[in-house]
């Protein structure tokens, strides 16, 4: 299964890229290959299960931050 140590070794390097905990929207998207819009909708929606974030009252904007413990469990213990 070559191409699966490779999808686990760019997800493993986005990971360790800072010593955060969390990850941008931005880069999760990009990780995952995905629209960051739709992530950032998903997360203000609570259908994401590894991100935490809302809408803004009053602008109406979408927030959030990818928990990086999660995103890894959710790649690599199911959930998709």
């Known amino acids: 299964m070559p191409i699966i140590d490779k999808l686990l070794d ?3 390097e986005a990971m ?3 010593d955060k905990a969390t990850m941008s929207i931005e880069a999760t998207a990009k990780l ?3 629209d ?5 909708v998903a997360i203000a929606n609570g ?3 590894f ?5 803004h009252r009053t602008s109406g904007k979408r927030f959030g931050r990818v928990w ?3 995103l890894w469990a959710f790649l690599t213990k199911g959930g998709l």
């Not at 960051?36 to 950032?40: A, E, H, I, T």
Request: with cysteine; charged share 30%; glycine share 16%.
């Open 32 to 34: 995952l290959g995905i």
């Open 16 to 18: 360790e890229a800072d």
């Open 68 to 70: 990086k413990l999660a």
């Open 51 to 55: 991100g935490v974030g809302g809408e």
């Open 10 to 12: 760019e997800v493993k």
């Open 47 to 49: 259908s994401c299960p």
């Open 36 to 40: 960051d819009q739709c992530l950032r």
